[in-house]
């Protein structure tokens, strides 16, 4: 049998929940950060780095969170700098992170 569902007694339910539901609340804080102009995409680029949460935003909201930048402007961005609109920041290469930092200093 390929790879079975385990079975998760009722409190590793709740632990799995809870856990997702932090995770939700922290990817959620940084983009708003980075809305209200207390970080900037650089900042919030390092900080990704630094955690697993954070590191699992989508480089295309990241980019959404930019003053006048919506769903189109945003895909034009990634496309002209080479980065797929599903990618992660966590998928980002060297020259992927350096163009995105560039693109909004």
Do not use: C, W, Y
């Not at 939700?24 to 980075?34: G, S, V, Y």
């Not at 590191?55 to 002209?80: F, H, N, Y």
């Amino acid at each position: 049998m390929p790879n079975e569902i385990p079975k998760l007694t009722p409190e590793q339910l709740q632990a799995a929940r809870q856990a997702a539901t932090v995770a939700r609340q922290e990817r959620a804080a940084l983009k708003d950060d980075i809305r209200s102009g207390k970080l900037s995409i650089s900042q919030a680029l390092a900080k990704a780095a630094k955690s697993e949460v954070l590191s699992r935003v989508r480089v295309l909201d990241l980019v959404k969170t930019q003053p006048r930048i919506g769903d189109k402007r945003a895909l034009e961005v990634l496309k002209r700098l080479g980065i797929a609109e599903n990618r992660r920041i966590r998928g980002l290469g060297k020259h992927q992170l350096d163009a995105l930092i560039a693109e909004f200093h």
